[in-house]
């Protein structure tokens, strides 16, 4: 692919040497037995745990075939995360594909190496800082009487008297709203990446046709970071799909379920209820999911290169 | 023909190169950029901002005035918050640094001979470890919680330093074994000409040659790990073996009505990879830029 820029020889693969087997493999063992003792057994004993009524660990179990699937798709409370999920992953993608979009052209269009590489490391810093912390300050911002609160009342707005994250119809949109104006991110360092490697010629031919602008943007620009655009909407909806820790921090899915998600729903099915086998339907299901988007994610990718290919 | 649509232009004047046309146009909207960038950085870093306000202020500033600098300034704050994540901070110190140490090994050793010999298996082998990219957390975290459980890991440091190892040095290895290739031969030939073991080529070609990418995966490691609280706040139970995040997460919960502290507790967490930064932010932001494979 074409955004790691890292120093590969291909022809030295060919000069490979032969050495006495067992010191070879003994090399990658260790690797090799942490990825089958932490990566592998994990990720199979959850396509099997999943299908038994596994309580606590230790405790005997039995094989219940589907029916914690069958379980989790008849409950409303699951049914609804998948919802909230859905509409979550959906805004998160739409940000985290065009702010930084927008941040990075911003910083591109400075045509100054040094404060390019300032504003890259400023936005860069913030991601340093540990979620938690960011995200239990957005719990002060989003509290009753917090700072949102006193912008609308400022502002002549109607502000929540309860506390955004704790009325039911403003709490999950409040999620949403974390991390305004969602700039900091690995999505500025593709896009920028992907803008440095146009070609100068291209961005000449635009300004001479007298596209400046958004217009340069939306009609040069966009085209040519293509693949840069899909890589951050198949990260961002991953990343969608399996995230709770707003949950986890401030709401724990309430009020009233109305911001559950299916990786909340796991966490509380496995760590406060203590139903292992339901909790890895969750984990199965979430990867089956998010699985087959990296698969079309493959594929759209290499389908976008062969296009710049045969350009 | 160039800037034929330029009004003002006759025959005689100098043709604009592109460039020149470019730096024109942006002259005029340099300044707005740098403002809006400027404005843009201020509200992104304005909860730190707020933590670092609300950490200096005493219970009876923060109900008068909770969301601005209220002097005089409390420093108190401070000495009683780290009073308690102080060892919360050395556990985590020990945590990071033995699953560095694990996956760095590891994953030089599986990337150089991945990455340098040929044997049976090799493609197999690679695609396997490469693999476990396309798993995602989720999947795992339950099971590797019973597995642990078996293990009777739980509630102790390996909990965490052997899922670490596993999952950090899946992409170590996709990025080692890449460098490894690039090393010129020529320097291998010479070690063996003078005799060289396998250990010796590891160790006097392999591994200086790719310091620098360790750089670049200990870097990113380090902050994933210390930030890391999900999966330790399920992990450990017992504060002796509590690492920064779920102590600070347990610290949260015993001062809902103490902002100060609380604050100065996490301005207190951040610091560290702050410092760290400043001394690696391009092994950082290089990271970063290969980073964008993991998914």
Redesign the interface.
């Known amino acids: 692919m074409a955004l790691t820029d890292a120093p590969v020889a291909a022809k030295s693969a060919k000069r490979l040497r032969r050495q006495p087997l067992w010191i070879i493999y003994g090399f990658v063992f260790p690797a090799m037995a942490m990825a089958l003792v932490f990566d592998y057994y994990p990720a199979l004993s959850g396509l099997y745990l999943s299908m038994t009524n596994t309580m606590e660990v230790g405790i005997q179990s039995q094989f219940v075939g589907f029916s914690n699937y069958v379980q989790l798709f008849t409950s409303s409370i699951f049914l609804n995360s998948l919802w909230h999920m859905l509409v979550l992953a959906v805004v998160g993608m739409t940000i985290g594909t065009v702010v930084p979009l927008l941040v990075a052209e911003m910083i591109f269009h400075l045509m100054n190496g040094r404060w390019r590489y300032v504003y890259r490391l400023t936005f860069l810093i913030k991601m340093l800082v540990p979620g938690m912390v960011v995200v239990e300050v957005w719990g002060y911002i989003l509290s009753v009487g917090g700072l949102l609160d006193k912008i609308c009342h400022f502002l002549g707005l109607p502000g929540g008297s309860t506390g955004w994250l704790v009325d039911q119809h403003t709490a999950l949109p409040a999620i949403m709203f974390i991390g305004f104006p969602w700039v900091a991110g690995v999505g500025i360092l593709i896009y920028y990446a992907g803008l440095v490697a146009i070609d100068p010629e291209i961005l000449d031919a635009a300004a001479v046709d007298g596209s400046g602008g958004l217009h340069r943007v939306l009609n040069v620009d966009v085209p040519l970071v293509l693949g840069q655009v899909k890589l951050i909407v198949i990260l961002s909806a991953i990343g969608g799909f399996q995230g709770y820790f707003a949950q986890f921090l401030l709401t724990q899915g309430g009020p009233g379920w109305s911001t559950m998600v299916p990786g909340y729903y796991m966490y509380q099915s496995a760590f406060v209820n203590g139903d292992m086998g339901l909790a890895s339907a969750v984990g199965v299901f979430l990867f089956v999911l998010i699985f087959s988007i990296t698969l079309m994610n493959m594929k759209y990718l290499r389908s976008s290169q062969d296009y710049a290919g045969q350009r | 023909m160039?800037?034929t649509?330029e009004p003002g232009l006759t025959q005689a004047a100098p043709l604009p190169t592109?460039?020149r046309?470019?730096?024109q146009?942006?002259s005029g909207?340099?300044w707005g950029?740098?403002s809006?960038?400027w404005i843009?950085?201020i509200?992104?870093?304005y909860?730190?901002v707020?933590?670092v306000f609300?950490s200096l202020k005493t219970n009876t500033q923060y109900y008068l005035h909770?969301?601005s600098l209220s002097f005089p300034l409390d420093f108190g704050n401070y000495s009683q918050a780290f009073s308690v994540i102080w060892h919360y901070m050395l556990n985590s110190v020990a945590v990071v640094t033995l699953s560095l140490a694990g996956t760095l090994?590891?994953?030089t050793?599986?990337g150089?001979?991945?990455g340098?010999?040929?044997?049976?298996g090799r493609n197999l082998?690679y695609y396997?470890?490469i693999g476990?990219m396309?798993?995602?957390?989720?999947?795992?975290?339950?099971?590797?919680?019973?597995?642990i459980?078996?293990f009777h890991m739980v509630d102790s440091w390996w909990g965490l330093v052997?899922?670490y190892?596993?999952?950090g040095?899946?992409f170590s290895?996709f990025?080692l074994r890449?460098?490894m290739?690039?090393?010129?031969?020529e320097l291998?030939d010479a070690a063996?000409v003078d005799g060289a073991s396998?250990w010796q080529e590891?160790w006097h070609i392999a591994l200086p040659s790719v310091l620098p990418i360790l750089g670049v995966i200990a870097v990113n490691h380090v902050?994933g790990w210390?930030?890391d609280?999900?999966w330790p706040s399920?992990v450990l139970t017992s504060q002796k073996w509590m690492t920064l995040?779920p102590g600070?997460?347990s610290f949260?919960g015993q001062n809902q009505a103490n902002?100060g502290p609380l604050?100065a507790g996490?301005v207190i967490?951040?610091i560290p990879?702050?410092i760290l930064?400043m001394f690696t932010?391009r092994l950082?932001?290089e990271g970063?830029?290969?980073?964008?494979?993991k998914?």
């Open positions: 160039i800037a649509r592109p460039a046309v470019i730096r146009r942006q909207m340099r950029l740098h809006l960038l843009l950085a509200l992104e870093f909860p730190m707020l933590a609300m909770p969301f090994l590891v994953s050793l599986a150089f001979v991945i340098r010999y040929q044997f049976p082998l396997m470890l476990l396309m798993v995602p957390g989720v999947l795992t975290m339950v099971p590797m919680f019973v597995l459980s078996h052997f899922p190892i596993a999952g040095e899946i290895i990025l890449q460098f290739m690039g090393i010129p031969q291998f063996q396998i590891f902050v210390w930030n609280l999900i399920i995040m600070l997460y949260t902002v604050m996490y967490g951040s990879l702050v930064f932010s950082f932001m970063m830029n290969s980073g964008a494979f998914l």
